[in-house]
């Protein structure tokens, strides 16, 4: 997993992504690197800063990984706003082109700032993890507010994304600040907690935690549901709780039923067999199978049984013969149902260096006996 990592997959974004002039990374690249779009994602701002600074503190501290993460930390202020906010997407020179009311966009930057600090010892990159999680936490509890996707009144739902990307980000800081930020990883379980029912850890429920008998009530994202599920596992590693453990285990037996199919994990699926609304339901993208990977050893590892050593191996075998372009490096995100491909683009908006070098961290990590993951 290593050597790929090292020779395929960080090297295409090192060699085509950076930004020497201005800073920062374009993700808006081609089959063979070149870059077709200047907008930047803030997004991937703060997770490629994240993953090539985690690269350096992994022990890989002899690829130019650190080089490329300066690069990225010197472009967030371009970025961030008076109030610590970020857009979701800037020009090339860091100036705001769309802002959303996820802060998703913070969450990155802080555990990109976090995963930073640890590489260098630079007090200020602690500091900027620290202000833009505060940024995010305040938003996520509501103590801030941002204008809501739909009317609350009329449509009264809430995301599972919110709570799984702060379990995520807090776990990180946590090795910043343990007292601070242990607190703030079990209000997130908290709320992941209410999202799950006999029918899968679900997208949406409404804000009084009960399950809505809707289309958007009755989705279910096997990518999302696996990926909370390692960060449960982990998190039940680190606690010494086995009621945690045991909770990912069961997400990940219910996402596999819904989202395994002929050896890759599907997009979306409605929890009780009705019709996927969403068009790409059956699409298989690159960053639910590296959380399904991830998900599948690390429960094997835990608790022994042989299934999950199956599914694992089963995504992989998919994943590694569909996905990865042995001709220009890195994978591609997009197939259709039948494993072909459906876009040859290697990043967008969406997609860039995060899932794909996580996992084959993690991954290495697992096999070498180290299962707590932050």
Request: proline letters at 4%; hydrophobic letters at 35%.
């Amino acid at each position: 997993m290593i050597k790929h990592l090292t020779q395929d997959v960080l090297p295409f974004w090192l060699k085509n992504a950076i930004d020497e002039e201005e800073g920062g990374i374009f993700t808006q690249l081609d089959r063979k690197g070149n870059i077709y779009g200047t907008e930047k994602s803030v997004w991937f701002q703060g997770r490629a800063l994240y993953i090539f600074a985690s690269a350096h503190n992994y022990g890989l501290t002899d690829y130019g990984y650190l080089d490329a993460a300066k690069k990225i930390y010197e472009f967030l202020p371009k970025c961030t706003q008076e109030n610590g906010r970020m857009p979701f997407t800037v020009t090339r020179d860091g100036r705001e082109i769309q802002m959303r009311r996820y802060y998703f966009s913070e969450t990155f930057a802080a555990i990109g700032c976090a995963e930073y600090y640890l590489a260098t010892g630079l007090e200020e990159a602690k500091e900027k993890a620290k202000m833009y999680f505060d940024v995010a936490y305040r938003l996520f509890i509501g103590e801030d507010k941002t204008q809501p996707k739909f009317n609350p009144e009329n449509h009264p739902y809430k995301g599972l994304s919110p709570a799984m990307i702060m379990l995520a980000t807090a776990q990180v800081m946590r090795k910043l600040d343990k007292e601070k930020y242990d607190p703030m990883t079990k209000a997130a379980v908290k709320e992941i907690r209410t999202h799950w029912t006999d029918k899968g850890l679900l997208e949406n429920i409404g804000l009084d935690n009960r399950f809505m008998d809707t289309p958007t009530g009755r989705l279910v994202n096997p990518g999302h549901s696996l990926e909370a599920a390692w960060f449960l596992m982990t998190e039940g590693v680190y606690q010494n709780d086995d009621d945690l453990k045991q909770f990912g285990k069961d997400i990940i037996d219910i996402s596999m039923k819904h989202g395994l199919y002929d050896g890759g994990i599907i997009s979306f699926c409605d929890c009780d067999g009705h019709p996927a609304t969403a068009l790409e339901w059956d699409m298989k993208l690159w960053w639910p199978q590296c959380e399904a990977m991830i998900a599948n050893l690390l429960a094997y590892k835990l608790f022994g049984e042989q299934k999950y050593l199956d599914f694992y191996n089963t995504v992989k075998e998919y994943t590694f013969s569909h996905f990865v372009d042995r001709e220009y490096g890195e994978w591609y995100g997009y197939l259709h149902y039948d494993g072909t491909v459906a876009n040859e683009l290697k990043g967008n908006i969406f997609k860039g260096p995060f899932h794909i070098p996580r996992m084959l961290m993690l991954i290495d990590k697992i096999e070498k006996g180290d299962y707590f993951l932050f």
